[in-house]
């Protein structure tokens, strides 16, 4: 660019291949030292107490490392567009590209609300996870319950979790309620007819998580088989 005779342009591509380039340097020593960080702190005696992170230390160390990194890299992007004088153009283009309408029958929604819903929804079930793994392994592992109270009450949580998880997917991504009554009023006659099992089915599971007929670790016999209860769920048990 400078032979030709841009020289602005060699100025802004030199500085900011040298500026990147220290940005990326500090951010790999980052990385490395937050790395060193996790894994003290995965073994500390405040984090080891924790029934879940002593049960899962690899675990979340791996994810720790993967949410360091991937903050670290996006910061390093976003340094690097202002660098280059990019960021206000890059910005500009993602909002273009968010605000594509996408239309699909008589239903309207941009590219932008699609992702918020997808986003929100994949939150709403990592966050019932969340939620089911620390009422067992923290809470309710240290109160004393009847055997099978502390499964069906944390199952019964992360549905309430994922349930109003998807509600806010659906109110965030604009979705008309009053459309999605009328759909399933129309649409209340097949269901009633063609999901009759599945729905005798979900009222069974609600029956043995809250009567505790058959519980974890029981032994059932049908027949010649036998096997032990690994897990009772609205649809179906293992």
Known sequence: ANVLGYRQLAALLSDGVAVAGYVGLGVWVTARVLDGVIAVAVVSPPL?????????RN????????????????????????????????VDAIARVLDASIAIGGLGF????????????????????????????EILSRVQLPRGVPYAMSTFASYVVLGTGVMLALVAAGVDFGRITLLVGALGVGIGLGLQEIVKDLVAGVVLLVERTVQMGDVVQMGDLTGDERGIGLRSST
């Open 48 to 56: 080891t107490a924790l029934h879940l992170v002593e049960r899962n």
């Open 59 to 90: 675990r979340f160390a791996r994810a720790a490392r993967r949410a360091v990194s991937a903050g670290l890299t996006l910061l390093w992007v976003i340094v690097v567009l202002h660098l280059v004088h990019l960021w206000s153009a890059t």
């Open 110 to 137: 941009t590219l932008g609300d699609l992702l918020l819903f997808v986003a929100a929804l994949a939150a709403s079930v990592l966050i019932a996870r969340v939620v089911r793994t620390v009422l067992e392994d």
